[in-house]
Nanobody, 115 residues
Framework: QVQLVESGGGLVQPGGSLRLSCAAS????????MGWYRQAPGKQRELVAT???????YYADSVKGRFTISRDSAKNTVSLQMNSLKPEDTAVYYC?????????WGQGTQVTVSS
């Protein structure tokens, strides 16, 4: 069982930045891929960004050029740097891991973009 713990959410003004981190209970290289999803009130959960074990990255069109996913193998963490935040980025952000034993989710962290 893989455990994921997110941190770094909060309230930020439009145009501001936040950095989310996801700490995994085992080596991130044991995952086929890790990523970030988000769910806004009344909407379905959507993919934001992923990073594969080989280092390939994918971004949703809505965040390209503003968000960057990265990893730190020494700390077993995957991070999401979010710049130029917009009110429509407001959501609960979830870390996800695709492991050979299954798919795992963190508990979520709230990001609110508001003036």
């Amino acid at each position: 069982q893989v455990q994921l713990v997110e941190s770094g959410g909060g309230l930020v003004q439009p145009g501001g930045s936040l950095r989310l981190s996801c700490a995994a209970s085992e080596s991130i290289f044991s995952m086929n891929a890790m990523g970030w999803y988000r769910q806004a009130p009344g909407k379905q959960r959507e993919l934001v960004a992923t990073i594969t074990v080989g280092g390939g990255t994918y971004y949703a069109d809505s965040v390209k050029g503003r968000f960057t996913i990265s990893r730190d193998s020494a700390k077993n963490t995957v991070s999401l740097q979010m710049n130029s935040l917009k009110p429509e980025d407001t959501a609960v952000y979830y870390c996800n891991a695709n492991h050979h034993s299954g798919r795992y989710w963190g508990q979520g962290t709230q990001v609110t973009v508001s003036s």
